[in-house]
């Protein structure tokens, strides 16, 4: 807390373009808030102590917060917290009804939170430094603004007959923005649980993940898959978590003792809605379109294996080809990857990301300099079991998987080589595979 302004104060702001538009900044690093450390303790389980001793600290300040703008005392105040997460493999799979395997990581949101009686919503980003207001009865976008992550879920929870109650509420955030950790999903599932828990209803929890998805779709205008939102209230500590994204069935699947999650940050901010997404779905359809001549009843590239679309592919323009073999493979490499992992088989695992990681480059072109450049130095780094680029693309981050004892040198090691080639220092976090969102307090 800065004496004189009175502000919570965070290590590090994101200056980017994110906070013009007005979406929320990052905050501080997790790590670097308990421990001092920029990169966390990498080698120890002190990354996930840490995140509890920042989430205690970060709660209090929120509540004083709280108490300074909205009045009142802290009795009765409800704390949530909702994660961001990462993808350990299976890419731009799940909109093509395929296999996902992400985890939800120790970046989270949290919200401290009152109900009111008139229908009402107001919340303070402490992050952004600014507030959101809107009436149940009417809401309507706002252009750019991050408050518009919350109005979209309520709009959902609307539509499917739940009564929902306001509430004032002062949230921060850990999870990077723009940067392909889902804090946008974030947000979405942390308001759902929020208006779940004041107003007094119980929602199944994919059915929430689904809402959460939608009011993206809709009402943001951003055709995302189901994963982020999936994992962000699914997700389990320790644990990735296998999705089905056609049945949306799903498996929990335990990380290994001893294996780190090393996250790199490229700072390349993605434009998640820029047509380049947009442009992939279409492309994965036509493909569909096409080969399901052959097989009548397939409705997605889940439908075909790698055979089928060897014998197809000549009747596909090129470069639709090279994004349908990248999604076949990919479910195929995700379902191989979770078969190593619950045999311990951390090796293979790692090979498997390598994989996804050329195949995101060269058949979905979805690369840049900055995520090779992770990935090569990843590579060359002992104790490195796999690398790949996560999330969308076309920027954001790289993720590692390293064994426990090797981590603070692959940190090391990875941000010196990234340095000398880009010219500047990535943001690199170790995680921890937190649960998905809830209740704290
Ligand atoms: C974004 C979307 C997800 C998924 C990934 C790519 O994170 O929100 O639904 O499509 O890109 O795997």
Not at 215 to 223: D, H
């Amino acid at each position: 807390m800065n004496k004189r302004t009175g502000e919570i104060e965070y290590p590090r702001q994101c200056g980017c373009e994110c906070k013009e538009k007005g979406y929320l900044t990052a905050t501080g690093n997790t790590t670097g808030n308990a421990t001092g450390n920029a990169t966390g303790n990498a080698t120890g389980n002190a990354t996930g102590n840490a995140t509890i001793n920042w989430r205690s600290g970060t709660v209090e300040l929120l509540k004083s917060k709280f108490i300074e703008r909205y009045g009142g005392t802290a009795q009765g105040l409800r704390v949530f917290r909702a994660p961001g997460r990462v993808n350990l493999i299976g890419e731009h799979t799940d909109y093509n009804d395929g296999f996902v395997l992400p985890a939800a990581i120790d970046r989270e949101f949290l919200m401290v939170v009152r109900p009111r009686d008139d229908g009402h919503v107001r919340i303070y980003s402490a992050n952004m430094k600014s507030e959101t207001e809107f009436g149940l009865s009417s809401i309507e976008k706002i252009e750019g603004r991050w408050g518009n992550y919350v109005r979209g879920v309520a709009v959902r929870l609307l539509e499917r007959g739940f009564a929902l109650k306001g509430f004032d509420g002062v949230l921060s955030s850990t999870v990077p923005t723009a940067s392909g950790l889902s804090s946008s999903a974030a947000l979405e599932v942390l308001a759902a649980r929020v208006f779940e828990a004041l107003s007094g209803f119980v929602m199944d929890a994919v059915e929430q993940a689904k809402a959460c998805q939608r009011a993206e779709n809709e009402f943001i205008g951003v055709k995302c898959g189901i994963m982020d939102q999936f994992i962000s209230r699914l997700g389990k500590k320790g644990n990735a978590l296998l999705i089905d994204c056609r049945s949306l069935r799903y498996e929990h699947v335990p990380i290994p003792e001893g294996v780190r999650i090393i996250i790199v940050d490229t700072g390349v901010k993605r434009q998640l809605a820029s047509s380049a997404y947009n442009e992939r779905r279409a492309q994965c359809e036509e493909a569909v379109r096409a080969m399901a001549r052959h097989k009548p009843g397939a409705a997605a590239l889940r439908d075909f294996t790698l055979e089928e679309f060897e014998q197809r592919k000549c009747e596909l323009p090129e470069i639709v080809a090279k994004r349908a073999r990248h999604v076949i493979s990919e479910n195929e490499r995700v379902l191989a990857a979770v078969d190593a992992l619950r045999k311990n088989d951390v090796k293979t695992f790692g090979k498997l990301m390598y994989a996804s990681h050329k195949s995101l480059r060269d058949d979905y072109g979805v690369g840049c300099r900055e995520l090779d450049t992770i990935v090569e130095a990843a590579r060359k780094t002992t104790g490195v079991f796999g690398a790949r680029m996560t999330g969308a693309g076309f920027g954001g981050c790289g993720v590692i998987l390293a064994k426990a004892e090797a981590a603070e040198d692959v940190v090391k090691r990875v941000g010196d080589e990234y340095e000398k080639m880009i010219g500047k220092r990535p943001e690199i976090y170790v995680c921890t595979a937190e649960d998905g969102a809830g209740e704290i307090e």
